[in-house]
């Protein structure tokens, strides 16, 4: 059972461009995390967010919180190659069950 | 501060075979989970510890696979028999306080053990 479905599950952009990634559910979640993963590596969390219609900024990425609490958005402006890597958002539900995301798999072309 | 250790990092079993991996949280951490992570997808968590006792295993392929934490410290996950679609990263991660603030702990991830079944 996937609760949270990402899109979209791959995205190639050139350095440069700005992208949104989003994480969509029918269920309520009490808070939302963001990780990035590189390969071979465990994920590494981001950003939490907690409260509906929160917005989060980090550098030049924006993380926003439906106001229903059931979808998240990640916007990064002006990619880097650093960026590269897999995206997943995860939470907890109002049931105390934590899941993560199906992904999306960014890549950045210099 | 060290971080999570896991061993080993690759293993390459037989199906039918029996494997299990290890995983060292960071010191004084309460929580500890176990996720596995097919290529191209998100993981799923197969368990949660809070210290040694368990919080949630409702994804844990109990038929198969078991693990524990003993003395609330380190871990062990095993897989008895394998079958082909055990194939995954295993990954291992530890929080501070886990249940005691669901969604606002931070988890800290090892670097996973590559499992092949073949």
């Known amino acids: 059972t996937q609760l949270l479905e990402q899109s979209p599950q791959f995205l190639s952009i050139q350095e440069g461009e700005n992208l949104t990634v989003y994480c969509n559910s029918s269920?309520?979640?009490?808070?939302l995390q963001w990780y990035r993963q590189e390969p071979g590596e465990g994920p590494v969390l981001l950003v939490t967010v907690v409260t509906g219609g929160e917005v989060k900024k980090l550098k030049r990425l924006t993380f926003q919180f439906g106001d229903a609490r059931k979808d998240s958005s990640l916007h990064i402006t002006a990619a880097q190659t650093g960026d590269t890597g897999l995206y997943l958002c995860?939470?907890?539900?109002?049931?105390?069950?934590?899941?993560f995301g199906t992904g999306t798999s960014l890549t950045v072309i210099p | 501060e060290a971080g999570v250790a896991q061993s080993p990092r690759y293993k390459i079993i037989e199906k039918r075979q029996s494997v299990a991996f290890w995983c060292n949280p960071i010191s004084g951490h309460a929580t500890l989970y176990w996720y596995q992570q097919i290529l191209g997808q998100g993981p799923k968590l197969l368990i949660q510890?809070?210290?040694?006792?368990?919080?949630?295993d409702s994804q844990l392929p109990k038929d198969r696979f078991s693990a524990e934490r003993l003395k609330g410290v380190d871990s062990t996950l095993k897989i008895q028999p394998a079958k082909l679609e055990d194939s995954a990263v295993y990954l291992c991660?530890?929080?501070?306080?886990?249940?005691?603030?669901?969604?606002?702990?931070?988890?800290?991830f090892g670097p996973g053990t590559r499992l092949t079944v073949l």
């Open positions: 991660a530890s929080s501070l306080e886990g249940i005691a603030v669901p969604g606002l702990d931070t988890q800290y």
């Open positions: 269920s309520v979640f009490s808070s």
């Open positions: 995860a939470g907890y539900n109002t049931g105390n069950q934590f899941y």
């Open positions: 510890f809070q210290n040694n006792g368990v919080v949630d």
